[in-house]
Structures are given as structure tokens and as C-alpha cells.
């Protein structure tokens, strides 16, 4: 039998390529080019509980661990809401899953659970009006253009794909779906939490003055991965090990880093012009990703953030972003500080019964965004969300293409690039396992 080839063998020449982007609405994203302003942001309606209506039944493509989370923050978001159907590649996946959610007291039907790659089609058929996209990242674009073609609101999860044709897949996709009158929800939560957004609305209003720079990080420990069992193919070892693998994942830098890269692109109000930086691997054992990057990325007229991300054991971890203005700065989540480090703003958490702020926002961003989408639907008021994610996406894919080549790499580049991870064809069996881990630069020469 033919191999599948999924080898980057020739990755570091091919990720420059440019072409023809072949999709309309690309240019939607100059976009994020508006001038700064409050009034430029849709902010989402933050309440409690999303108002009552009809029955919205929902189903589920990706039975892991966020899938299920997703789903039971869905059924959390207001009343009359169901999950009627499940969807995984594995079997196993959907049977686990539907176990964990009837210890939730959630019954999902045993015929409209699906198995297999085209168990997503199946699920479409059934009497669903929203659909959960939680499976790898790899398969966003595809999953979600299948959702708008049988008019499904969505929600789905960041990132919103792996590559540059991803991403623009996606931006096609979401002009479909305003254009339809569907609701798009992604999983970039802290746009939905009560703290960022507030403090948001500050910057936007002018608390920092000018901006004139930012930094991002996510340092965390080596996060799961799956040493290969007696009778996986090569296929299904690396579906059960995605999280290691780039054309499913798109290294950390998409799967976690992504969201602090939203952060600063939202609150600068544009996406960088260009990416410069670097990375590595130690440690890992599995896959063919690196452990850190550490990428400039630079948004014009002399504003750059350095954005950096790291996955290993036994070193400081932290998390968040900063902001800075010729007028103050920000942790973007909570507090404005003046130049010389007094506080300005503090958002006001909820206090509880002592009198202590509780320093939790008072209903979960996980839950917040589905609240989002059900009222927005429940309303008839669509929104869509996943040009934007693309964006931010497509910005963190810049970012590892720059360091993987060592390059400069340019936004419009991005754009135009034909650079498209994974198979033509997804069936089980064996894979060409060639997955060099990319090295910048040029080998010194004796």
C-alpha cells in the first residue's frame, strides 16, 4: 500500500512559497488597520444566563477532553438547551465521552453518536442547529466550511487551523456564514471574560495614551503526549498523539500561545506587519515540534511585541500579557498602572460574604462565550467571530514560521503563502513518519 506522504522534508524550502491566494476576502483583513477605538469593538452581551427560548439542540465533533468540557459549557449557558449527537474519528473517544456525560445526567442518543473521519458528515444530518468543533486543529477548516454548508451555528475552538490555507479557508467561510445569518462563536475566552474586556474598554478609551509597545508569554511544563501502542497504525498513532505533532496542532505556539497573541492584537487594533525570531527543542520525546519560541513581532510605525512561549519541566512558568502606553500600562486582564507604577484603573471583582474580592470574574469565560452564542441566536443578532481568530491564528503562524526558517517573515507573505500542512487523504494505516524537526539557518561548512 502507498504510503501517505506528511513528510516536512522540504519544509524549510516550501514554507516561503508564495501564490495566489485564490480566495475571495482576503482583503477583509486590512480591516484591523482601523484607527483604535471603542466604538470599532462589538462587545458581547455579558449576562448570567442567556435568555430563555425554544429547544437548541447541539452536537459534538471531537469527544476528548475539551470537546466535553465544551459541550457540558454549552448546557450550562441557559435552559432548554440539548446535546443530541457525538462525533469522533475513534469509537472509543465517543463512547467515553458519552459515559462522562451521563454521570452528568446528559443522555445522548446511542444511534446519533459517529465514528470514523466522515463522522462529522453524520452528524450533520442529524437535527442539530449548533455543532461544537473541538477536534484537532488540522481539521477546523474543513469541519467548519461543512457546518456553514448545511446551516449550523457554530462554535468552535482556537486555533482555528494550522496553516496559511487554513486560515484562509476560514476568513471564506466566516463571510458565508455573516452572510447566512449564522452565529460563530470561537474559543478565545477572554474575549468573553468580564475582566478583559473592561479593562479593554479603558485602553480603548485612552488610559495608556499611545501605544508604543507589548510582550506576551505562556511558560508552562511539558503538557500529555502518547508513546505508541502494539497495533496503532502509523495514522492512528499520531490522531491519538496529536498534541505533538504540527500539521495537527500547529505547535504550541497556535495550540496555547495563541491566545495571549489574540490579546495583543485586540488591544493594539491590528495584526504585526512582520515576525522575526527563534526556537528550539531539548526535550521532547515524541512529535516534532519545539519546546520554546521566542519571536519579535513588529506592528508597524515602531510598536513590536515580543511574544514568547515555552512547554518544559523544571523551569519558571507564567502567563499573560502587558501593554505599554506613553501614559501608563496595563496587565490587560485587571489593572492600568501610571508610568511610575501606581495603580489608575482596577476592575472590581465580586466580593464574597466576608467583604474579600473574590478576584474571579462572576460567570466563567468557558461558559460566558456559550451564553454569547445562545443569546445571539435566541435574539436573531448573528455574529461571527472566526475571521478575527483567523487573524490571530495566522499571526502565530508567523511567528513559527519565522522561527523554523530563521527568516523575516512578512505579513503580506503570509497571506499569499500556499503553505498547507497534513494529507490530501485521511484514512488509517501507514504514514510516511519522516517528520524532521526544522532547523534555521545554514549548517556551518569544516
Known amino acids: 500500500m502507498e504510503k501517505n506522504q506528511l513528510s516536512r522534508r522540504n519544509f524549510l524550502e516550501k514554507s516561503a512559497l508564495i501564490g495566489a491566494a485564490g480566495i ?86 446511542e444511534n446519533n453518536c459517529f465514528s470514523g473521519f466522515d463522522a462529522y458528515k453524520k452528524l450533520l444530518e442529524t437535527d442539530v442547529d449548533i455543532v461544537i468543533l473541538a477536534t484537532p486543529p488540522h481539521f477546523r477548516p474543513e469541519h467548519f466550511d461543512a457546518c456553514v454548508q448545511a446551516k449550523k451555528n457554530v462554535f468552535m475552538e482556537k486555533p482555528v487551523c494550522v496553516d496559511p490555507v487554513g486560515a484562509r479557508r476560514v476568513i471564506a467561510t466566516a463571510k458565508k456564514a455573516e452572510n447566512m445569518g449564522l452565529t460563530v462563536i470561537t474559543g478565545t475566552q477572554r474575549r468573553h471574560q468580564r475582566d478583559y474586556l473592561d479593562t479593554y474598554k479603558q485602553v480603548a478609551s485612552g488610559a495608556l495614551g499611545e501605544i508604543i509597545s507589548a510582550k506576551a508569554w505562556w511558560l508552562q511544563s511539558h503538557v500529555w503526549f502518547r508513546t505508541r501502542e502494539e497495533g496503532w497504525s502509523d495514522m492512528e498513532y499520531m490522531l491519538r ?172 507573505e503570509m497571506l499569499n503563502s500556499t503553505e498547507r500542512l497534513g494529507p490530501e487523504q485521511y484514512v488509517m494505516g501507514e504514514v510516511d513518519m519522516e517528520f524532521p524537526v526544522p532547523v534555521p539557518g545554514i549548517q556551518h561548512k569544516t
Open 24 to 109: 475571495a476576502g482576503i482583503s477583509v483583513l486590512n480591516s484591523c488597520n482601523k484607527k483604535h477605538k471603542t466604538v470599532d469593538y462589538d462587545f458581547p452581551p455579558l449576562l448570567d444566563k442567556a435568555p430563555d427560548g425554544e429547544t437548541l439542540r447541539a452536537g459534538l465533533v471531537g469527544c476528548g477532553n475539551r470537546g466535553t468540557g465544551a459541550a457540558l459549557n454549552f448546557l450550562s449557558a441557559g435552559d432548554n438547551l440539548e446535546l443530541i449527537a457525538l462525533a469522533d474519528v475513534f469509537e472509543d473517544k465517543v463512547w467515553d465521552c458519552r459515559s462522562k456525560l451521563q454521570k452528568q445526567n446528559v443522555e445522548v442518543p
Open 241 to 412: 498523539n496529536w498534541n505533538n505533532f504540527c500539521w495537527l496542532c500547529g505547535d504550541h505556539i497556535l495550540d496555547t500561545h495563541v491566545h495571549n497573541i489574540d490579546i495583543v492584537n485586540w488591544f493594539v487594533g491590528k495584526q504585526p506587519e512582520s515576525a522575526i525570531g527563534f526556537g528550539g527543542r531539548h526535550h521532547r520525546l515524541t512529535g516534532d515540534q519545539y519546546d520554546f519560541f521566542s519571536i519579535d513581532f513588529d506592528y508597524g510605525n515602531g510598536v513590536c511585541s515580543h511574544s514568547m512561549s515555552r512547554q518544559m519541566d523544571g523551569c519558571a512558568n507564567t502567563l499573560g500579557e502587558l501593554v505599554m502606553g506613553t501614559e501608563g500600562y496595563t496587565n490587560c486582564k485587571n489593572t492600568i498602572y501610571n508610568l511610575d507604577g501606581s495603580v489608575k484603573w482596577q476592575y472590581e471583582y465580586p466580593k464574597n460574604k466576608d467583604g474579600k474580592s473574590t478576584d474571579v470574574v462572576k460567570v466563567s469565560p468557558y461558559i460566558q462565550e456559550h451564553i454569547h452564542l445562545v443569546t445571539a441566536i435566541r435574539t436573531n443578532t448573528p455574529v461571527v467571530e472566526a475571521e478575527r481568530t483567523a487573524v490571530s491564528t495566522l499571526t502565530a503562524i508567523m511567528g513559527r514560521t519565522a522561527a523554523y526558517t530563521g527568516r523575516k517573515v512578512e505579513w503580506e
